[in-house]
Nanobody, 122 residues
Framework: QVQLVESGGGLVQAGGSLRLSCAAS????????MGWFRQAPGKEREFVAG????????YYADSVKGRFTVSRDLAKNTLYLQMNSLKPEDTAVYFC???????????????WGQGTQVTVSS
């Protein structure tokens, strides 16, 4: 019954911006930690950014610090990832995930979306 649905991906030139959304249903959104992960072809899925459920603490991978911002809208049950100054190496499928604690390890998240493609051209 839990569903996470990503949207907002697309094709953008290097230096441009995108905002990804993750609409959540079937869970108590406000108490869950939410994370963004990404996976490029032939690569393992990696943590990008996350936000905790209670204190709204945020955490970012070193590769995106200063460029990406994670946030959540409790009224809309929606998680966001604002992506600025995009680089070709940001190209990947981006997934949102929900878990009981904010961590950087994917196996601690119980629920996952299907992903949205982000392609950054040089």
């Amino acid at each position: 019954q839990v569903q996470l649905v990503e949207s907002g991906g697309g094709l953008v030139q290097a230096g441009g911006s995108l905002r990804l959304s993750c609409a959540a249903s079937g869970l108590s959104f406000a108490v869950y930690a939410m994370g963004w992960f990404r996976q490029a072809p032939g690569k393992e899925r990696e943590f990008v950014a996350g936000i905790s459920g209670i204190l709204r603490t945020t955490y970012y991978a070193d590769s995106v610090k200063g460029r990406f911002t994670v946030s959540r809208d409790l009224a809309k049950n929606t998680l966001y990832l604002q992506m600025n100054s995009l680089k070709p190496e940001d190209t990947a499928v981006y997934f949102c995930a929900a878990g009981l604690k904010l961590t950087t390890t994917q196996n601690t998240y119980a629920y996952w979306g299907q992903g949205t493609q982000v392609t950054v051209s040089s």
